[in-house]
């Protein structure tokens, strides 16, 4: 062969570019360690800020697991009760326990003689110690008339200055509104035994109270999973169903780039809007029951379906349009080929983005005060008209609550709605795993 | 070659390659031009010496002959040339093949004009021999230009210029048969004289079949062993 | 250098082209197109196309990057519906069945005439179900007998099943290119197709996975009417009987393979495939 005679437009590498090159190359090399050292020290800073919310957070909170119980000698004497001998359930139910806790607290320390001391000392007892031992009385009506030692809740002041440890140590205390003498009286309580603490079911079985050492979260944590079932059985069809039709079938025209904007500006709407909607659409027009999570369930719904049919679209967008065609060169209907093959390779991304909306539901109040979630809620709700409260909301009840207890009971129902965060997620991640495959 | 467009490949390298292979062929086909030219003044010019130098000088043909056959079958490996590239690269194969030996025949022409010269005795059919040649000398000239300008008309006409030296060749050998059978003697002497118009002829025949191939490389179509008049009223440009 | 004067001859040449050079038609077509015209919205792709794709018979489909030969592939089992903006005008027809027309069904052309694609795109699904897919969704087969006969079948028709048979429930991702093309052209053949249409079923692959491929088209032929588009002109020599060379949206020749890389007659065609400035 041979080489070609002179040619007009040479490609030939310039002789100095070596040096040239050489030359910036440390400027570009310290410019990239210096971005990665932002990088590093943004995580770190981050992780350090989700290390301290976390760490107050349960250093707050943890205590609230804890309760202290208190042993009580009290002798079910029928004239206190103002009960005969053989007193029907009802006879029994309706009895003075009032009078006959107090007679045993005066019992436990004679020396107390003073009105003011007497009150002082019947505080050291939660008013749930009467139900204790009512409930105790009514399982057992031949106890009538016996003396017998019963484990009854603290206060929550007692409580609250016992977990301290600053019995043994006062220099632990910090605040306490109980008097000297109270504490005496503990101290005597301590030493005889007679005071202990115990891993607090009380708050997982309770509903919200007045009394913090009777409060629980069960209600307002029965109210988010019946709520968030809702939302779940609501947004997540509808927005799969949208987004596949948007996305597959819709014509592209004026209408469904309207639909489309619309949709994008929904994600970006207040979420007290959504509650003012629903106040005024399914409360005031539709006439449905105030408080429910069935109402809850329906706003967030409205709030979540945007955030899911963005999150699926582009899960469908990111399927491989060759398998569309392999299904359609096969001769699969368009429903066959969404359903067969493209749904399936969505399905990881669309879930993720289930989760995204669903987490922001979980976390979500301002719409839920609108529609009148944010009662006083007792009762555990156990069907979704029920009136029911919801985790965030009962957060925000209790952090508003002057009671120094109910300042660990917060932390504690924040560190609960965490864990049903960290629980859902490991389920979507679980999901996610099943359905992803390779392509 | 402005017809076939050789210089407007997109690869510059291959518009190098099959420019050198046609400025070759030409070459190749000058060089084998100047050994018929000599062969025949030597036979008609009794030169033994020049005879001699034609004689050894066709290595220098067979040399050119595998140069560009190895070329072409570089540019086949590596180009796999198509349409006008593919059938430039198949002329040229067999343009040079027939060029060889055209080669070859000048050769002999050489040796035979040693010996004739040796012996004195080609003197007597010089004047036919000359027409014979020049005709010959011609229609390679004209088959090698038909070739360079990628001329069909050209290329026709000269493949028909053919009949003209096979008359020729008869009336050649008619007179060397007649004198043969007069003259048995000089046996030796007219068969080697038959011999160079044998070669004549051939070279002849040569050059029609390089007239053939310039036909197919520019129309695409093989015009061998078909009908001499079919060829012309298909192929030849009607006068405007 | 003279390349300005020959772009211009070239683009004359085009301008000038009034109809396709080369005889279009076959006896006893397949498939034909006539007079042929597809628009992407206002922009016109393929200009009065008229072609016949015969039986037993593969046609290649040559020519530069967009020059419509591709979209002209598409068009003949309606793969181009799903873009909303396409429109083709002119008549199509299988065994004389107006393509577009309210006879034919795509569902049912598309299981008459398959497709293999340019990226070898199995479904995320094993080997056995991939080849199962077609007759399953059609209801080609009525037992899970029936069923593994046309997928044992179809594999050994494209000549894989040697290959996998020891893993049919591996996914089909699992396989080299070559293999998963093949996969894909067992998948076409498993619907039981009368034509298969193939879009640079070979760009992907090696050239020993290539060789593979054509050696199939070629056995394929033996039952299928065949039209394979592709950027390789020498693939197209290899495995085709007839070629036609498209430009700028026309149909500038047709004509035997043997014919077109020897002796084009087009000089738009001869340029393409000696590699001249177009």
Redesign the interface.
């Known amino acids: 062969?041979?080489e070609?005679?002179e040619?007009t437009n040479k490609v030939a590498p310039r002789k100095d570019s070596t040096s040239i090159v050489k030359k910036t190359l440390a400027k570009r090399y310290a410019a990239e360690k210096r971005f990665r050292f932002y990088g590093a020290a943004a995580i770190a800073m981050s992780l350090a800020f989700l290390v301290l919310l976390l760490g107050s957070i349960l250093v707050k909170g943890l205590p609230a697991f804890v309760e202290t119980h208190m042993l009580i000698d009290v002798t079910l004497d029928s004239k206190t009760l103002g009960v005969e001998e053989g007193a029907t359930q009802q006879q029994l139910k309706a009895a003075n326990y009032h009078s006959l806790i107090k007679k045993s607290m005066r019992g436990m320390f004679p020396e107390v003689k003073k009105r003011k001391a007497k009150k002082e000392l019947y505080k050291l007892v939660s008013t749930s110690a009467e139900y204790k031992v009512r409930d105790q009385l009514m399982a057992n009506p031949s106890q009538l008339g016996e003396t017998i030692s019963v484990w009854v809740l603290a206060d929550d002041e007692l409580s609250s200055f016992y977990k301290t440890g600053a019995l043994a140590d006062r220099s632990k205390l910090t605040h306490t509104r109980l008097s000297e003498q109270q504490i005496a009286w503990a101290s005597t309580l301590e030493e005889q035994g007679k005071l202990r603490k115990k891993f607090n079911t009380t708050f997982f079985k309770n509903g919200d109270s007045r009394e913090p050492e009777q409060a629980g979260i069960r209600a307002a944590l029965m109210g988010s999973i019946l709520t968030l079932l809702i939302t779940f059985l609501l947004s997540f069809p509808i927005a799969v169903a949208t987004a596949i039709y948007l996305e597959e079938f819709a014509?592209?025209n004026r209408w469904t780039d309207l639909i489309e904007v619309n949709i994008n500006n929904l994600a970006a709407v207040p979420s007290i809007v959504f509650g003012l909607l629903g106040l005024a659409v399914f409360i005031n027009f539709f006439e449905l029951p105030r408080s429910a999570p069935v109402v809850g369930g329906i706003v967030l719904s409205l709030m979540t379906l945007p955030t899911i049919i963005i999150a699926s679209r582009a899960a469908l967008k990111a399927v491989?349009p060759?398998?569309?065609?392999?299904?359609?060169?096969?001769?699969?209907?368009q429903l066959?080929v969404v359903t067969?093959?493209v749904l399936?390779?969505a399905m990881p991304g669309i879930l993720t983005g289930t989760i995204i909306g669903l987490a922001q539901a979980l976390g979500e109040t301002a719409p839920l005060l609108m529609i009148g979630m944010v009662a006083f809620i007792v009762d555990i709700p156990t069907s979704v008209t029920d009136a029911a409260t919801v985790l965030p909301v009962q957060v925000f009840l209790w952090a508003d609550s002057p009671e120094r207890a109910f300042l660990e009971k917060t932390s504690a129902a924040i560190l609960v709605l965490l864990v049903f965060l960290i629980v859902m997620n490991a389920a979507a991640v679980f999901l996610r795993k099943h359905f992803e495959?390779?392509? | 070659m402005d017809k076939l467009h050789l210089d407007q490949h997109i690869s510059?390298?291959f518009n190098?390659?099959l420019e050198?292979i046609r400025n070759r062929v030409l070459a190749m086909g000058g060089l084998v031009e100047q050994q018929v030219d000599q062969g025949l003044t030597a036979l008609l010019e009794s030169d033994g010496e020049l005879g001699q130098q034609v004689a050894t000088a066709d290595f220098e043909v067979n040399a050119m002959e595998v140069e560009i056959d190895e070329?072409c079958i570089?540019i086949l490996a590596r180009r796999q040339p198509a349409a006008s590239d593919l059938r430039l690269i198949v002329t040229v194969i067999k343009v040079i093949t027939d060029l060889e030996r055209i080669g070859d025949e000048a050769e002999k022409m050489g040796r035979f004009a040693v010996d004739l010269a040796e012996a004195n005795a080609a003197t007597s059919y010089r004047k036919e021999l000359r027409r014979l040649g020049d005709l010959v000398k011609s229609m390679l000239r004209d088959a090698l230009d038909a070739f360079a300008r990628l001329d069909v008309d050209a290329a026709i006409k000269t493949a028909a210029r053919d009949e003209d030296i096979n008359a020729e060749y008869q009336t050649l050998q008619r007179l060397l048969a007649t004198h043969l059978m007069e003259d048995p003697r000089q046996v030796s002497q007219l068969l080697k004289i038959t011999w160079c118009a044998r070669a004549l002829e051939r070279i002849g025949d040569h050059s029609v079949n390089i007239c053939e191939y310039v036909v197919y490389l520019v129309k695409g179509r093989d015009i061998r062993h078909i009908n001499f008049d079919q060829v012309q009223s298909e192929f030849l440009s009607k006068p405007t | 250098m003279n390349t300005k004067s020959n772009t211009s001859a070239a683009s004359d040449a085009f301008d000038n082209l009034k109809e396709t050079v080369g005889v279009v038609t076959v006896d006893d077509p397949k498939m034909s197109a006539r007079n042929v015209d597809v628009f992407y919205g206002e922009k016109q792709a393929i200009y009065d196309v008229s072609l016949d794709i015969a039986n037993n018979e593969v046609i290649a489909m040559i020519g530069p990057s967009g020059c419509g030969k591709s979209t002209f592939l598409r068009c003949l089992?309606r793969?181009n519906d799903?873009i909303?903006t396409c429109r083709v005008t002119g008549e199509m027809s299988l065994d004389g069945e107006d393509l577009y027309g309210a006879g034919l069904d795509p569902?049912?052309?598309?299981?008459r005439v398959?497709?293999?694609?340019q990226?070898p795109?199995?479904?995320?699904k094993s080997i056995y179900d991939n080849v199962a897919?077609?007759p399953r969704?059609?209801g080609l087969a009525s037992n899970r007998a029936e069923l593994d006969d046309i997928v044992i079948s179809s594999l050994q028709k494209a000549g894989l099943h040697e290959e996998v048979q020891d893993r049919l429930d591996a996914?089909g991702?699992s396989l080299s290119g070559g293999q998963q093309q093949r996969l894909?052209i067992a998948?076409?053949i498993a619907?039981s197709p009368e034509v298969i249409l193939m879009d640079e079923p070979c760009s992907a692959l090696d050239p020993i996975a290539t060789a593979r491929i054509e050696e199939l088209i070629d056995e394929l032929r033996e039952n299928y009417a065949i039209a394979i588009v592709t950027h390789s002109m020498q693939q197209a020599a290899r495995v085709s009987q007839r070629t036609a060379y498209f430009h700028l949206g026309k149909l500038v020749e047709v004509g035997s393979t043997n014919n077109i890389f020897t002796n084009p007659r087009h000089e738009l065609t001869e340029n393409y495939i000696t590699g001249r400035f177009g």
């Not at chain 1, 060759?322 to 209907?333: D, H, K, T, V």
């Not at chain 3, 795109?121 to 995320?124: C, G, K, S």
């Open positions: 062969m041979t070609p005679t040619s014509p592209q491989p060759s398998i569309r065609e392999a299904g359609r060169g096969l001769g699969a209907s066959q067969h093959h399936p390779l495959r390779r392509w | 510059q390298q190098h390659e050198d070329e570089q | 089992n793969m799903s909303p569902v049912l052309l598309r299981a398959g497709m293999v694609f990226k795109n199995p479904f995320a897919y077609g969704i059609h996914p991702t894909c998948r076409t619907v």
